[in-house]
């Protein structure tokens, strides 16, 4: 069986168990083709309604 030549420090082990944490930034941003406001990717425009250039719903003044 396999066994560690040396001991693992607290820094790199503590390092390895935050690898998760790397996946918790922020989403990214599209911008509205119709409109140009800022929008998450995938999802229909909250200012105008719009996804991929069809009206989806009427947007709240």
């Not at 083709?33 to 800022?38: I, S």
Request: charged letters at 30%; hydrophobic letters at 20%; one cysteine or more.
């Amino acid at each position: 069986m396999a066994n560690p030549k040396r001991k693992v420090s607290r820094s790199k082990r503590d390092k390895r168990r935050a690898q998760w944490m790397s996946s918790l930034s922020t989403p990214n941003f599209s911008t509205c083709e119709n409109c140009g406001e800022t929008k998450l990717p995938h999802h229909a425009c909250p200012q105008c309604g719009y996804y991929k250039g069809q009206k989806i719903f009427e947007a709240e003044e």
